[in-house]
């Protein structure tokens, strides 16, 4: 009987985040309560097809809180509930953070469509949350009450189509979406866009081939996209699925280069793929290479004292960001009051963090530049840093 292999991923994940104290339901770093402590609450897929993301968020939240464990003399205690990669769950676990734990803001989540899940939560119970890197623009639009840390996917979309007719000289190009996720459906929106602009060419799309979430076998979409002979594959989706759709490309004898988005950017790409994924090209958020702000340089000095054979990841810097980028909004208002700490955190301007200076603009997202990364010798290495303003 075959099981899939995000069902075994997630299991391995839900396991050595219940022996790291992180459980499937919910946690606290302290067992302080009552006036003694201000609540955060962490919503992030822990267990589930997106759960090797939301660890590496929760990391970097964990190093914030570690460095940064008081605001306004009181111990900040994170409550971190499972989300479970399920839109559901997702709100029932914003619904827990808000009404139960009484929490004054809220972290997460990866995943745009987990995020967007629990914007009605957090807007009727006016608590403000910060998602770290879900870049769908649906997750702040009309919602007063979310914000983000990360660059949105217009902005990415453009990075990459650029990339695309600028660098790989590409005039034709096949999508491979994931259709059950509103961030890759929306990313290949703004990347088609883009390109066709460059391009000034309405066919310079040659096809659009879906799968869903959980699928392994790609060899009906490969075989559409091989005889479209494009020049490059736009494949943005989950990092399991997209390493299994490059894997299985090569496998096919599909030689063109291979692009993607921001959810790449995990161990888990790497070790699934292995070689097949050498080259595969895509925009993230950070790297360590070109370390931007003193609370940069903070930061991967002491993830490197925690993880010295390791890099940080880019989502794992921008959990970090949204961890003091509240603390400092709860901070500056003097209270642990939601409403204020919202009005406080849409005044956000030139604030110093982990992965960049963090300006948010009218609607609550943040302008900041996007980083290029390619797979070379089993590793993410920097390629290239894209201007906001480009």
């Given at each position: 009987?075959?099981?899939?292999?995000?069902?075994?991923?997630?299991?391995?994940?839900?396991?050595?985040?219940?022996?790291?104290?992180?459980?499937?339901?919910?946690?606290?770093?302290?067992?302080?309560?009552?006036?003694?402590?201000?609540?955060?609450?962490?919503?992030?897929?822990?267990?589930?097809?997106?759960?090797?993301?939301?660890?590496?968020?929760?990391?970097?939240?964990?190093?914030?809180?570690?460095?940064?464990?008081?605001?306004?003399?009181?111990?900040?205690?994170?409550?971190?509930?499972?989300?479970?990669?399920?839109?559901?769950?997702?709100?029932?676990?914003?619904?827990?953070?808000?009404?139960?734990?009484?929490?004054?803001?809220?972290?997460?989540?990866?995943?745009?469509?987990?995020?967007?899940?629990?914007?009605?939560?957090?807007?009727?119970?006016?608590?403000?949350?910060?998602?770290?890197?879900?870049?769908?623009?649906?997750?702040?639009?009309?919602?007063?009450?979310?914000?983000?840390?990360?660059?949105?996917?217009?902005?990415?979309?453009?990075?990459?189509?650029n990339y695309a007719y600028n660098k790989l000289n590409a005039k034709k190009v096949a999508i491979v979406q994931e259709v059950s996720n509103d961030y890759s459906v929306g990313l290949a929106k703004f990347f088609t866009d883009s390109f066709k602009q460059l391009t000034g060419d309405q066919n310079a799309i040659v096809s659009v081939n879906n799968y869903n979430t959980g699928d392994q076998d790609f060899t009906a979409q490969l075989t559409n996209v091989k005889a479209t002979n494009p020049d490059v594959i736009f494949a943005p989706g989950n990092f399991t699925e997209s390493a299994l759709v490059i894997k299985q490309a090569r496998q096919l004898g599909i030689k063109v280069p291979?692009?993607?988005?921001?959810?790449?950017?995990?161990?888990?790409?790497?070790?699934?793929?292995?070689?097949?994924?050498?080259?595969?090209?895509?925009?993230?958020?950070?790297?360590?290479?070109?370390?931007?702000?003193?609370?940069?340089?903070?930061?991967?000095?002491?993830?490197?004292?925690?993880?010295?054979?390791?890099?940080?990841?880019?989502?794992?810097?921008?959990?970090?960001?949204?961890?003091?980028?509240?603390?400092?909004?709860?901070?500056?208002?003097?209270?642990?009051?939601?409403?204020?700490?919202?009005?406080?955190?849409?005044?956000?301007?030139?604030?110093?963090?982990?992965?960049?200076?963090?300006?948010?603009?009218?609607?609550?997202?943040?302008?900041?530049?996007?980083?290029?990364?390619?797979?070379?010798?089993?590793?993410?290495?920097?390629?290239?840093?894209?201007?906001?303003?480009?």
């Amino acid at each position: 009987m075959k099981k899939k292999l995000s069902v075994l991923l997630s299991g391995i994940l839900a396991s050595s985040l219940l022996l790291s104290g992180c459980g499937s339901a919910a946690t606290t770093s302290s067992s302080s309560s009552g006036g003694d402590t201000i609540k955060i609450g962490v919503l992030e897929p822990m267990t589930g097809a997106n759960a090797a993301g939301g660890a590496l968020e929760i990391e970097g939240v964990k190093l914030a809180n570690k460095l940064y464990p008081e605001v306004l003399g009181k111990k900040i205690e994170l409550v971190v509930v499972d989300n479970k990669s399920d839109k559901v769950e997702a709100a029932s676990a914003a619904s827990r953070l808000v009404e139960k734990e009484k929490v004054t803001a809220i972290i997460g989540s990866w995943g745009s469509s987990l995020s967007m899940a629990a914007g009605d939560v957090v807007k009727k119970a006016k608590v403000p949350a910060v998602a770290a890197s879900a870049t769908n623009p649906l997750v702040t639009e009309g919602n007063e009450y979310y914000f983000r840390v990360c660059f949105i996917d217009p902005f990415q979309g453009k990075v990459m189509a650029n990339y695309a007719y600028n660098k790989l000289n590409a005039k034709k190009v096949a999508i491979v979406q994931e259709v059950s996720n509103d961030y890759s459906v929306g990313l290949a929106k703004f990347f088609t866009d883009s390109f066709k602009q460059l391009t000034g060419d309405q066919n310079a799309i040659v096809s659009v081939n879906n799968y869903n979430t959980g699928d392994q076998d790609f060899t009906a979409q490969l075989t559409n996209v091989k005889a479209t002979n494009p020049d490059v594959i736009f494949a943005p989706g989950n990092f399991t699925e997209s390493a299994l759709v490059i894997k299985q490309a090569r496998q096919l004898g599909i030689k063109v280069p291979i692009i993607g988005g921001d959810t790449w950017e995990t161990p888990e790409f790497i070790d699934i793929g292995k070689d097949a994924v050498e080259g595969a090209t895509f925009s993230t958020f950070f790297t360590s290479e070109k370390p931007i702000t003193k609370e940069s340089e903070k930061f991967l000095a002491e993830y490197k004292k925690a993880n010295p054979n390791k890099e940080p990841a880019a989502v794992t810097a921008l959990g970090y960001d949204a961890y003091i980028l509240i603390r400092d909004a709860i901070d500056k208002v003097g209270a642990a009051d939601s409403v204020k700490v919202r009005d406080q955190l849409a005044k956000t301007k030139d604030f110093q963090g982990a992965a960049g200076v963090i300006t948010l603009d009218e609607n609550r997202n943040a302008v900041k530049d996007a980083i290029i990364k390619q797979v070379k010798n089993g590793k993410f290495s920097y390629l290239d840093v894209i201007g906001a303003k480009n």
